[in-house]
């Protein structure tokens, strides 16, 4: 037994219960599944033809290649801002205090949520991938290419996760964080997610261009349309992961300085 | 012999505003009993527990739980005490028995052991049957009950329940009442318990602390307490051809009259304590006087509550179900 085991068994229990709270919960997991999908649908139907017809629209198989991509980063955003909210209402409802007033280590308050997060992230990129490969769509690297996405999820789970934590300890209110949904939200759509960066121009383009969203699903999506290598996923990979430092970081500070004001 | 459960010296809370939710509390709270803290809504009650239970930090003042230094020593403070809050915070989504499970995790027992005492606890709060249910199904008793189980998995020395019985029906009260006695008998758990019900600080604490406006204005014992305060009150009924003052002559000799406090007879609270209920009526036999009711009332804690801060207690938030928040 090391010293260690104690916070990693708490951070696996209260994984679990945030795990399980959600799966019990449709209205934490249905959006986050159902909306991808149909956009995905929706955009594979519409704009079907669009690839090799448009200009810079990179050579696909099919749209669905292209999309699906999209669908898991707009899944793991939706499922992180929920992260987000459900600990809003931790501390709303008291369990924060339980927590708080045990000696639950103070890390596992945070990655036990964030370990949630991060374990339906994985979860729904396995889904979105098994149903976007039975209609037809293929990820053109294999097992590795499909590490990489999974991987790519998961660290941007923890930075959405990490984000929505932030905001909760510094909001105290599940309704806050889900007021920011709308924003994270349009920052998707300035983003190369659902359509390529090269078929855009003038200050869109730019958002774009600057929008760390689009590396990620660029990231992913060259590992299933073809034209990854080490590079873009290691692009892909230490975006997600310099983000979820960032957003991780700053909730570990408003933990801290939430138990230090406790107010 | 042993340190204090609870020893607090000076201890102040301030807010934003300058507000001081508790303002130079000093309290010692031994251990093996149950401590009552009574007060109205917003006396700073659970201000006071947040403090003693490592959620908030005191302005100013020193406070030591379980003989450790709730500041310095958070987390010895954290491995000795149980705690249910007000508005219990539980999971609709999960089991009762999960959530056991969980906290057993989180208090850091091996997954036996934490199993066994998970269902041990169930069975101890009459729970086994809905072990398996979701929160989301439970009664508001039943509620309360499972939280008790929770603050109990570690084996807490001193246990912390903040207005346990608030919004429950009398018979949960009850029950609820009947599990904290028989934990404070039967394992020594020390319980400080927080209430704005004169009935459950009289029935359960062997010792009694009122606080109103952040300041403590009465600690001891239910008891001395009441006695401090005056004493009990006998009030005869006159009968057959005997009238009110026939009893009211007798009944002066034994104590101070109360006018009006007894209609068809007379009321007077006696110095010499209950006992002198049986001279009075020896002496009410004596003079040929006729009654046909005695009553001997014992002062309540609102009485004491009444005399120290000039209010009733109860009736100062009549607000049945109104937000029972603590500033």
């Known amino acids: ?263 | 012999m042993s340190e204090p459960a609870v020893e607090t010296r000076d201890l102040v809370r301030e807010y934003r505003g300058g507000i001081r939710a508790v303002d130079g509390v000093s309290l010692t709270v031994d251990t093996g009993g149950i401590f009552g803290f009574l007060g109205p809504n917003g006396a700073g009650k659970s201000t006071m527990v947040r403090m003693l239970t490592t959620l908030l930090r005191p302005t100013s003042g020193d406070a030591r739980v379980a003989g450790f230094d709730v500041m310095t020593n958070p987390d010895a403070v954290r491995r000795s005490i149980g705690v249910a809050l007000q508005d219990a915070a539980i999971d609709p989504y999960m089991t009762g028995r999960e959530l056991l499970r969980l906290q057993a995790v989180l208090h850091g027992l091996k997954r036996a052991q934490g199993r066994a005492r998970s269902d041990e606890l169930l069975g101890r709060v009459g729970l086994e049957t809905a072990a398996d249910r979701r929160v989301g199904t439970y009664s508001g008793g039943m509620r309360r009950r499972l939280d008790l189980a929770l603050s109990l998995v570690h084996e807490p020395t001193v246990l912390f329940l903040d207005e346990p019985t608030t919004g429950l029906d009398p018979m949960s009260r009850v029950t609820l009442w009947d599990e904290v006695r028989r934990l404070n008998t039967e394992h020594g758990t020390t319980v400080f318990l927080t209430t704005q019900y004169l009935e459950e600080a009289d029935q359960m604490a062997d010792r009694v602390a009122i606080i109103d406006g952040g300041r403590i204005v009465a600690d001891g014992t239910p008891r001395a307490l009441k006695a401090e305060v005056g004493h009990p009150l006998l009030a005869v009924t006159a009968a057959d051809a005997s009238t009110p003052d026939d009893v009211a002559r007798v009944l002066a000799r034994f104590g101070e009259m109360v006018p009006g406090a007894h209609v068809g007879g007379a009321a007077v609270r006696l110095p010499g304590g209950s006992a002198a209920m049986a001279d009075a009526v020896r002496a009410l036999d004596e003079a040929g006087v006729r009654f046909a009711e005695i009553d001997l009332s014992e002062p309540s804690l609102d009485d004491v509550f009444l005399i120290r801060t000039g209010r009733h207690l109860e009736g100062a938030d009549t607000a049945e179900g109104g937000p029972a928040t603590d500033a």
């Open chain 1, 1 to 263: 037994m090391t010293a260690a085991s104690p916070a990693i068994r708490q951070t696996a229990a209260l994984a679990w219960r945030g795990i399980l709270t959600t799966i019990r919960l449709p209205q934490a997991w249905v959006p986050s599944l159902f909306f991808p999908l149909v956009l995905m649908s929706i955009f594979t139907a519409s704009f079907g033809g669009a690839p090799g017809r448009i200009p810079g629209f990179p050579p696909v198989r099919s749209f669905l290649d292209f999309a699906v991509s999209g669908a898991i980063i707009q899944g793991v955003l939706i499922g992180g801002t929920a992260a987000g909210s459900a600990f809003a209402s931790d501390i709303e409802g008291g369990f924060f205090d339980r927590l708080v007033a045990s000696p639950t280590s103070r890390v596992a308050i945070l990655t036990g949520r964030l370990g949630a997060s991060m374990t339906l992230a994985v979860s729904q990129a396995l889904l979105f991938v098994g149903l976007a490969s039975i209609f037809g769509a293929r990820v053109a690297a294999g097992l590795g290419g499909f590490l990489v996405i999974v991987v790519i999820a998961a660290l941007f789970a923890a930075a959405v996760g990490g984000l929505g934590v932030y905001l909760a300890l510094r909001t105290g209110s599940a309704e806050a964080v889900q007021g920011m949904f709308p924003l994270f939200f349009a920052l998707l759509f300035f983003s190369s997610a659902f359509f390529p960066a090269e078929t855009m121009t003038g200050w869109y383009r730019t958002i774009v261009d600057l929008n760390p969203i689009s590396y990620l699903v660029e990231a992913m999506r060259a590992e299933v349309i073809g034209g990854a290598t080490v590079g873009t996923a290691c692009t892909g990979i230490g975006i997600a992961l310099g983000l979820a430092v960032i957003t991780v970081g700053a909730s570990g500070l408003a933990l801290r300085r939430r138990l230090r004001v406790a107010a």
